[in-house]
């Protein structure tokens, strides 16, 4: 079963910048769109970007062009290039099919990585 790993997190301030890495388990040709989602402390999980190709990319409206997904299928690699970081973007990011992956009837989740902005 396809699995996600999320790296690149950390503690910035506001106005830097992170890169975030997924790396998948299997072919991510099998999987038509992916994306990276958040969720901040007590709010829902939400999509940040979707990514089917180069020419199909969606942002949520809050990215406001901070933002760049791209995928490289050859690597099974998903990078989210964050810019601008500002103090609500404070999240643990998670890497997953879009929609998300399902198993045994509940959306899986990988562990995350966690991005912290604050001054």
């Known amino acids: 079963q396809m699995e996600f790993v999320e790296s690149g997190g950390g503690l910035v301030q506001p106005g830097e910048s992170l890169r975030l890495s997924c790396v998948s388990s299997?072919?991510?040709?099998?999987?038509?769109?992916v994306g990276w989602y958040r969720q901040a402390p007590g709010k829902q999980r939400e999509l940040v970007a979707s990514?089917?190709?180069?020419?199909?990319?969606v942002y949520a409206d809050f990215v406001q062009g901070r933002f760049t997904v791209s995928r490289d299928n050859a690597k099974n690699l998903v990078h989210l290039q964050m810019n601008h970081l500002k103090l609500e973007d404070t999240a643990v990011y998670y890497c997953n099919a879009v929609p998300p992956l399902i198993r045994r009837g509940v959306h899986y989740w990988g562990q995350g990585t966690q991005v912290t902005v604050s001054s």
């Open positions: 299997d072919s991510l040709d099998s999987i038509y769109a």
């Open positions: 990514i089917e190709s180069a020419s199909s990319i």
